[in-house]
């Protein structure tokens, strides 16, 4: 599958629909979800062109790849979420219902969040 360029979070890189933005570096914004599932629900994701975490651990530079995973520990730090704890997820493909073909982590944080996820069905 190529990358589609229109892609709702590549329209927030480039500006085009606004985002509550929380962190911002060369290679990373983070972003309020806009229909949160948790008191915090903030949206990690790459500047770069990158569908889904296969993509990205193959094609991105070991700058990119540090700077996302240290975005995402910054993140959560910043958003006070390490004293009660948060969940990170990242949904990749149609098994994994993933809707926005960008890859993205979400945090999850500020409420009890339950033992790992519900299993669909068998
Ligand atoms: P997925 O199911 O792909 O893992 O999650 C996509 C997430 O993107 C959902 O939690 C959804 O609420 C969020 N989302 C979809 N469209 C927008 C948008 O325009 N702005 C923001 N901030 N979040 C969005």
Do not use: W
Not at 85 to 99: K, V
């Amino acid at each position: 599958m190529d990358y589609d360029d229109g892609n709702i979070f590549a329209r927030i890189l480039r500006g085009e629909i606004p985002c509550k933005k929380v962190f911002e570096d060369e290679h990373t914004l983070a972003f309020h979800d806009i229909n949160p599932q948790t008191p915090i629900h903030v949206l990690v994701i790459p500047k770069g062109a990158y569908i889904s975490m296969d993509d990205f651990s193959t094609k991105a530079s070991d700058a990119e790849i540090a700077g996302f995973v240290r975005a995402i520990g910054k993140v959560a730090r910043d958003l006070g979420a390490l004293e009660g704890g948060y969940r990170i997820l990242s949904n990749n493909g149609p098994n994994a219902h993933q809707d926005v073909q960008h890859l993205h982590i979400h945090i999850f944080a500020g409420k009890n969040l339950g033992r790992m996820i519900k299993p669909a069905d068998k």
